[in-house]
């Protein structure tokens, strides 16, 4: 271990650590946070939120994203809705419960501190974002309505029909387009960071290519913050957009920033099976649905008749049945599993037998079809234009997807990087889910670390550089980094080889979800470790990548990704590897109980593995934070 | 199924610019109409052409990102679907399909079928919000909203972005998408301390970059979130009031 790992947890009773840390970080005064430059690298939630409370702050912002608006980050994807411990409806919620129910849904591998701040800061949230216009939904007397969701016994999710992180990120986004037009915040569109610049130990700017016109710039800035999402996309078929990728947090990482818990992933469990070959992406159908839509599959193997012609005698509601007490509502990590099972066990349904029912037969016949159009029309006709099915009469086919990766950048309770200066925010950094992410609770974070906790932390970093002048950008250590980046874009415009970037996407893509998916053991991952580099030798030599730097070049975009997808294939394969236990999202075949429950190792396993990069893709050197339980007792995670 | 594809090519927006004629075969009817541009892509790819630049991202027809003019109509012939939402079943075996970026001033062409939207964002600039800086919102629950009036206001604010409305005008206008989000902001009580200066400073904006409604009715018909033009209405009633109250206010300081 060569890294010094404080996560500067403050002193106290939990309840109030955030509070006395808020009083006791430094503080830049108004009329000085002018003179600080940040670069924000990424505009979805947690970006686009930072972005805009630091603007409003009196910080001199400058946010870069690869789209063509800040409005198309993938946060706006997110259906079901945002968790808040508001207790509007009196069902025993409070501040404590949700900081327990993520400590435990997590399987306990987060910080205990973390979690407790993200659960006071969910009330500010919902405040936040009702006074910005987020059109949530109501009940009919005008206040707000909840739904209730896996991992959790209390109704408090705040949900916008089925697109509330649209509606979330539409809200942080105005925010940002208003300090925009105050001249606060700077904005770059299509514009791609490829590069960290760090000096004397510091993050001192970035370098960002221009995605129309190829030219390569150095951004300097006092601190950087990186916003840029997770990494699901290393297994090519996942339900993050297409753009989604590694490389922002990569390239710190290479730079000197931690990766923390890379093989902690998430699989959905409600996802649209895949239909053919050429499938580009796998949509997500709301875990929301869950709360109404029971789930179950043939009891015989060679079941052929149609859904509705199976009597409920000859179906397994196989949640219900092994987990009584949350049925339907079960965890994400522990509901992919189930669902695994049960298609390997040869009861997959559907043309290719690759699904699982999500029948809304019940629902409609007690509550009527009207109350459930209401909740989930959108998502009815998403999923009646994907596969040409009408979910009102047939039950949905659903099956579990690479969704949402826990792991990221390694990041101290000021959400900062083993880089000084250097911050991630968001599903960037691995902080506050452990070993598995609840349902709405990614908007719930992005939001929290953007709008409320960046923003009161890196005041006590930026005050030691106050009247201290950015580097400029013309520094040699800008240029010299600047010229790195020219040259390995010019490698892949210059490689001649045969094979299209997807190809090389898709097959590593393949050996990621058959080794270091939703199950894992030993020999699996050691071929993986063998095999991914012996094709990303072959990518790097025979990868064809047409056109120019110089004009719109799609092809080359990918390939920098995909480069960067190979190198965090192989840590999340080291990772999973070291981590002899299972927990959360990550499942070792060794470590499971006769019934297949994940048998988790506290006494060994209760730490943060936070990976340095060595230059060797495939040996990084492992540095542990240990996870100290003061509040939350450890016990087996039981839904049953 | 086997398709032949018209695709309109241009290197840059100096660039003379063209029809190019594709045939693709062995098309699958389970494909998104994106994941028919892929395979076709992979294919030049591997002749040694460039491939057809488009955008797209989420595939799930929220990120607004993708749209093209389908034979003539912006997102194809499926009714409230986005591009990628639209899947290949839609088509005939051995159909012809003419596909174009959108066609509008106020998105000029980037390359192929990518087109620059930040007009959009511009507009949004202009008053797209509500003047609330971090920290300072009262309880979520103080000021209770009719659910009728919320359900409203999410019908407006379902709006993507992705610019179809435009490309659908013949006028390239773009007051669905500007009245969308007036709408969405002047039926909430939060949005009505600036409802008057929102209305007038957006609707100057985008005059700025697009033509000016007819009433043609395009562009609902056109739009993947089917939003209807009766918020078109609403913005012009709020404009001819906007001009005359913030007159007022002006005369009062």
């Known amino acids: ?77 997110a259906q079901g809705g945002i968790n808040a411990a508001k207790n509007y409806h009196n069902d025993g919620d409070s501040i404590y419960r949700l900081f ?69 990120l539409l809200g942080a986004y105005s925010a940002l387009m208003r300090q925009v037009d105050r001249g606060k915040v700077k904005l770059h569109t299509r514009s791609e960071m490829l590069d960290v610049v760090v000096k004397d130990g510091r993050a001192v700017g970035v370098v960002v290519r221009d995605l129309v016109n190829g030219d390569v710039t150095a951004h ?38 931690a990766f923390a818990n890379p093989c902690f992933t998430q699989i959905h469990p409600t996802c649209i099976p895949a239909s053919d070959e050429f499938q580009s992406k796998l949509t997500l159908m709301s875990e929301s649905l869950r709360n109404d839509g029971r789930i179950w599959v043939p009891k015989n193997v060679n079941e052929s008749r149609a859904a509705n012609e199976i009597p409920a005698e000859d179906r397994d509601y196989y949640l219900e049945r092994v987990y009584p007490a949350f049925g339907n509502l079960v965890p994400r990590d522990v509901a992919s599993r189930a669902s695994k099972r049960m298609v390997d066990s040869g009861h997959g349904v559907g043309p290719l037998r690759n699904g ?10 007690r509550d009527g079809r009207a109350s459930v159009e209401d909740k989930y029309s959108n998502l009815f006709e998403m999923y009646n234009r994907i596969t040409d099915e009408d979910p009102y009469n047939v039950p949905m086919r659903i099956y579990p997807a690479p969704h949402y990766t826990m792991g990221g950048l390694w990041v101290d309770y000021n959400l900062m990087t083993t880089v000084p200066g250097l911050y991630a925010i968001g599903e960037a950094n691995f902080s506050d889910h452990g070993a598995n992410r609840l349902g709405a609770s990614a908007l719930m974070q992005g939001l929290s670390d953007g709008y409320f906790v960046l923003p009161s932390t890196i005041g006590d970093y930026l005050a030691d550089y106050l009247n201290t002048d950015a580097v400029p950008s013309d520094d040699p250590v800008f240029t010299k980094i600047e010229d790195e980046v020219v040259s390995q874009v010019d490698g892949y415009l210059t490689t001649d080889g045969r094979r299209s970037v997807d190809w090389f996407h898709k097959e590593l893509g393949k050996i990621m979800l058959e080794h270091c998916g939703m199950v894992r053991n030993e020999s699996g991952l050691q071929k993986a470790l063998s095999d991914i580099p012996a094709l990303h030798e072959e990518f790097k030599s025979d990868t064809r990548v047409l056109g120019r730097n110089e004009s719109l070049n799609q092809s080359l975009e990918r390939a920098q990704r995909v480069d960067d997808f190979f190198e965090l294939a192989q840590a999340m394969c080291v990772d999973a590897l070291d981590r002899e236990e299972s927990c959360g999202g990550h499942f070792r075949e060794e470590h499971q109980s006769g019934e297949g429950e994940a048998m988790r190792d506290d006494e060994h396993y209760a730490y943060v593995s936070a990976w340095e990069w060595t230059g060797d893709a495939a040996a990084p050197e492992l540095n542990k934070e240990s996870l100290d339980f003061e509040n939350v007792e450890l016990t087996t995670r039981s839904y049953k | 199924m086997n398709i032949t594809l018209q695709v309109w090519r241009q290197e840059g927006p100096d660039a ?45 027809g929220i990120c607004g990102s993708c749209g093209v003019m389908i034979d003539g109509q ?108 007036i709408s969405h902001l002047n039926l909430l009580p939060q949005g009505q ?26 562009c609902e018909k056109a739009c993947p979130k089917q939003i209807s033009i009766d918020f078109i209405a609403m913005m012009n009633a709020d404009f001819v009031k906007a001009k005359f109250k913030n007159r007022r206010l002006v005369s009062q300081s």
């Open chain 1, 1 to 77: 271990m060569t890294l010094q790992l404080n996560a500067k947890v403050p002193e106290g009773p939990i309840a109030d650590k955030w509070e006395n840390h808020k009083f006791d970080s430094r503080l830049v005064n108004p009329s000085n946070k002018r003179k600080f430059k940040i670069l924000i690298i990424g505009t979805g939630l947690a970006g686009a939120s930072a972005a805009a409370s630091l603007g409003e702050l009196g910080y001199d912002v400058e946010v870069f994203t690869f789209h063509d608006s800040p409005r198309r980050a993938h946060s706006i994807a």
């Open chain 1, 100 to 168: 327990y129910d993520t400590v435990k849904g997590g399987d306990y591998r987060s910080r205990e501190a973390n979690v407790h701040r993200l659960a006071e800061v969910s009330l500010n949230i919902i405040d936040q974002a009702t006074a910005q216009g987020v059109p949530f939904a109501r009940e009919y007397g005008g206040l707000l309505d909840n739904r209730s969701f896996g991992g959790a016994q209390v109704s408090r999710t705040f949900y916008a029909r089925g697109a509330t992180g649209q509606q979330l």
């Open chain 1, 220 to 257: 300097s800035g006092h601190a950087v913050v990186l916003a840029t999402g997770g990494y699901s996309n290393v297994f090519y078929l996942s339900t993050n957009a297409m753009a989604s990728n590694v490389t922002a947090i990569w390239r710190a990482h290479r730079r000197g920033a």
């Open chain 1, 356 to 365: 699982v029912y999500l029948d809304f037969m019940s629902a409609i016949e």
């Open chain 2, 16 to 60: 003379r610019g063209e029809f190019k004629t594709y045939q693709v075969d062995g098309v699958s009817d389970e494909m998104s109409f994106l994941e028919m541009l892929d395979l076709l892509n992979e294919r030049l790819v591997n002749q040694g052409e460039e491939p057809v630049a488009f955008d797209h991202d989420c595939r799930e």
């Open chain 2, 74 to 181: 912006p997102h194809g012939p499926q009714l409230g679907t986005a591009t990628c939402q639209l899947h290949m079943r839609k088509f005939e075996d051995g159909a012809s399909i003419v596909v174009e970026p959108w066609r509008a001033t106020g998105f000029p062409l980037v390359r192929d079928l990518v087109v620059d939207r930040s007009s959009f964002d511009q507009i949004i600039e202009a008053g797209g919000y509500i003047s609330v800086d971090t920290g300072s919102a009262p309880d979520a629950n103080l000021i209770p909203i009719p659910k009728g009036v919320a359900d409203i206001a999410f019908d407006a604010a379902a709006c993507i972005g992705c610019g179809a409305c435009v490309a659908a005008c013949p006028n390239g206008a773009a007051n669905l998408f500007t009245a969308a989000k």
């Open chain 2, 193 to 218: 301390a600036e409802r008057w200066t929102r209305t007038e400073n957006m609707v100057e904006i985008m005059e700025d970059y697009f033509g000016s409604c007819t009433n043609h009715g395009e």
